[in-house]
Each structure stands twice: as C-alpha cells, then as structure tokens.
C-alpha cells in the first residue's frame, strides 16, 4: 500500500464565471422602468498553499481531479449572482509547481505561500451595467467566461538543513532515530526506508532538521535504485552527512569505495540553476557502527585517509549512541552558519508589476490551408469578448463588433490585405469564424431597433427609394412595349383586311 508520494500530476478545472442577467424594472403606472439585469458571480480559484502540516502529496495520487465552484447566474432587481467557491489545496512545504512540459511555475518553500494554480472565470456584466445614454435598454448581456483547466506537475522536494546519505542499511534511518524524536521504520534488509524521513534535532540552542534519503547505489543518477527518485530530496539541503557502514559483510564493499560511489552519484546529479552544486557544500562523514569491534577497527584504519581528503570524520555508534552529540553540535554549527551567511545577503529585489497597457492588445495572424485564405486574431481581450458574447442575439454580436473595431481590429485587417466577405478566426484552434464585413463597425448606440436586435446584422426585406424607382421605370417600359406591340398588331391586321375588301 502506498504511504508516500512526492511527485503527482494534478487535474485542475476553475469555476465558469455566471452569466449576466436580462431584465427590465416593471413598476405600476411605468411598466419600462429600466434595466435591472444584475452581474453574474466569479468563479472560484484553485489555490494551492503551502501547509507545514502536510507532508506528502497522498490525497492527490488517490484524488488527482479537483474543481472549484461555478459563479451564480445574475437576476433581476440589480442582484448579482453568487462567488464560485475557492478550493484550496494544502501541500508540503517545499512544493514545486510545474507545468505539463516541466518548466517551473512556483516553488513553495515558505508556509503560508500561496498560489492560485487555475484561475476562475469572469462573471458575464447584466443589461443594468451594460447600459449608458445612448443605449439606454441593452436587449442583451455578457456571458461568463470558462475558468481555467489544466494540468500541473507538483514535486516535493525535503526542506531540511542537513541530508543523511548513503549506500542501503548503512544506518542513516537509526541515526534519525537516535538523534531526534522520528521514529522511522529499521530493519536489516536494504531498501527498508522507501521514502524521505524528518527528525528534528536540538543541539544547544540551534534546532535544525535532518533527512533521511533513501539509499543510494553506483547508478542511481541514471535511474538505477531508488537513489534517482529520492535526490532531489538533498538539493535544498546545506550539509550532506555521508554515513559509511564500517561493519558490512558484503563483498568489495568498505567505507573508502562507498564513499567514492556515493560522491560519483553526487556529482552526476544535476541541481536547479542558481543553487550550489551538491559536492560543493559542507561534507562530514560519519563511520558508523563502531560497537561492532572489527568496525571499530576499520573505522580507526580508514579515519587519515578521510582526513587527508579533507572531510571532518567522526566515529559513531546509533547503538551506543558514541559520537552522536559530538556530530549533531558539529552539524549545528554549520547550519548556524550557513543561516547567518543568509541573512547578511542583501535583501532580494522586489517583484514590481507593471500595468500591461503597453503591449499589444491583439495580434492578427494569416494562415492558409485547403480552403483558402483567412485570418486569426488572437489576444486576451478579443478571446474573452467573444467568450462573454451571446450569438444567439443580434445585439450581442452587435456589440462585440463594435467592441473590436474600438480596439483597433478592423484598421489591423485592411492592414494585413483582408477585404469584405474574408474569413475571420477569433482565438486558437477552431475558434469562432465568421466572414468579415466592415460595414458592421460603427455607432451601434445611435441606432433605434427593437431589444435584442440589431438592424446592422438583420436581412432588410424593404426596397430602398432607388430600387422602387428603378422598379417603376421597368414597368412603365414594360408597359410600352406592350402597348406598342398591340398597336403594331392593330396596324398589322387593319392593312390585311383592305387588301382582302380590294
């Protein structure tokens, strides 16, 4: 049965945002009192927050699809539509969130951080909002906007100062028990210890955190082991503690290969940009299993060795517990160190947010295929304008064409070569397509038409003046050469009838 999990694909789809509602105020004795259509609700976000409680990603591998709430329809009497409801997502401390392609998005490694992962949609705006002097009844309002979907990656990574790293039964899971209140599954066959565990260690008045990583074996930076799955649990780690089994009674084995093996792995291992590579950091070692006395004496062989290399080496027993205050307060010290290091760096520069008013709004791309010419326009207003519009009403569409030629739309098609009945796409993929007629760009407002109609759109059925004259003038043409025909035929059978009479 599954207890652990670091790395899951989560499912996520935001609230739609309601729908704008339609409606006119009746009152007695004024039964055209007004719009009153009232807005409709957001909807909710999915959020994901950092929560020192939580310490694995368990609920998402068994419940991997989550969604937030839709926002409520607007109604009359100017009432709005009720906020989807937020969902938030508590996650370990020190969780990354990816995109699908693995590109990070956010590192939550503060608790209490917070990340709206899929944003809700945008409540569509009532005929009461929409409303101004010159259109004073809108027939119609805006429809919300569907909230994101999507996928994301989240991978826990440990947040602690010191990392316990070795080949499989070397006795880091008993050094965390020795050291800390953790109580961490031990037994005498490798690979006991399948994911990560944390113990707390107070040494003085410094309190650090120790990890235990899953044993490491020659191969694990290619996938080889566990050791691939569990590295990037050392990468936010400031010391490494190579625990090296001085009492093993495998063959080829002793402390000095373990620890070229494990430095190899190590240094294989490619960490984030911008963080300190692994075999740069603090190193100790610690020869473990000194009770045993062939260990002690292995140990006491191999200890100048280790020292000429430079590492810091101390002999411990999780036993007997020899050493073990002697390596935590060492460990101590380097945390406190590298935690004053930290706070003398400069502050980090501030994240400023600029407006977005200076880029461009929309983009027009000219793409061809079997069919023909036609041309795309994409951009976050165009998108969301046609999401927010109702096809179904002649005003609405009436209304987005208006909305697109203000921003600039029908200027950047005769820029591109599209003329008068071209093919139009409104954002990726299918989209929404329509042939493009710029008669339909101008002074909706000063227009007088019956709600939810827009005589720019409708099929006019009655003839204009010049067509009614030039109708007349055809039938009075008409009409004379039917009556000169009739005269011909007179003329015609009056000369045959003198002839016959002669």
């Known amino acids: 049965m599954v207890t652990f999990v670091d790395r899951v694909t989560l499912h996520l789809r935001a609230g739609k945002g309601g729908n704008g509602c339609v409606s006119v105020r009746r009152e007695k004795f004024k039964p055209l009192a007004g719009p009153d259509g009232g807005n409709g609700g957001h909807g909710g976000d999915v959020v994901l927050v950092a929560d020192p409680q939580v310490t694995t990603l368990l609920s998402y591998h068994h419940a991997p699809h989550r969604s ?121 066959y490798p690979f006991t210890t399948l994911h990560p565990n944390l113990g707390v260690v107070q040494a003085g008045e410094v309190r650090y955190t120790v990890a235990d990583v899953p044993g490491l074996i020659e191969g694990a930076s290619e996938g080889k082991g566990l050791g691939l799955e569990f590295l990037r649990h050392v990468e936010r780690c400031t010391a490494l503690v190579h625990v090296l089994d001085c009492a093993t009674l495998e063959p080829g084995r002793d402390p000095l290969t373990d620890l070229d093996v494990i430095l190899a792995e190590l240094g294989a291992y490619p960490v984030p940009e911008g963080q300190v590579p692994l075999l740069d950091r603090p190193q100790v070692i610690a020869l473990n299993k000194v009770d045993v006395p062939e260990a002690r004496d292995l140990a006491d062989m191999v200890r100048p060795d280790l020292e000429a290399r430079g590492f810091r080496v101390f002999e411990i027993s999780t036993v007997s517990h020899v050493g073990l205050r002697q390596l935590s307060f060492a460990l101590a010290d380097l945390v406190l160190q590298h935690r004053q290091a930290e706070a003398d760096k400069p502050a980090p520069e501030r994240i400023v947010i600029r407006p977005r008013g200076a880029e461009k709004e929309f983009t027009i791309r000219v793409e061809g295929g079997t069919y023909g010419t036609f041309y795309r326009i994409l951009g976050e207003k165009p998108v969301r304008w046609m999401q927010q519009t109702d096809f179904q009403n002649d005003e609405a569409v009436g209304f987005l064409a208006d909305r697109l030629e203000k921003l600039g739309v029908e200027d950047g098609l005769y820029k591109v070569g599209a003329t008068a009945g071209s093919t139009v796409v409104i954002g990726e993929g299918d989209g929404v397509v329509f042939d493009w007629q710029p008669t339909l760009s101008s002074v909706a407002e000063l227009m007088t038409a019956p709600r939810g109609t827009d005589p720019r759109i409708e099929q006019r059925t009655r003839r204009t003046t010049s067509e009614r004259r030039e109708r007349y003038h055809d039938l009075m043409d008409a009409k004379a050469d039917a009556r000169a025909e009739l005269d011909a035929e007179r003329i015609a059978d009056s000369d045959g009838g003198s002839e016959d009479r002669g």
Do not use: C
Request: proline content about 8%; charged content about 20%.
């Open 68 to 188: 937030a709430g839709n926002g409520g329809f607007g109604m009359g009497d100017h009432r709005s539509g009720a906020l989807g409801e937020t969902l938030e997502l508590p996650v370990p401390v020190g969780t990354v969130v990816k995109d699908p392609s693995g590109e990070t998005i956010v590192d939550l490694i503060e608790p209490g951080m917070r990340f709206i992962a899929a944003p809700g949609g945008v409540g569509g705006l009532g005929n009461a909002a929409l409303s101004n002097p010159k259109r004073k009844a809108p027939g119609f309002a805006l429809l919300g906007t569907p909230g994101w979907e999507g996928d994301v990656l989240l991978e826990l990574k440990t947040v602690a100062d010191v990392a316990l790293v070795g080949f499989p039964s070397a006795g880091k899971s008993s050094l965390v028990a020795a050291i800390s209140a953790a109580r961490p599954k031990i037994a005498d």
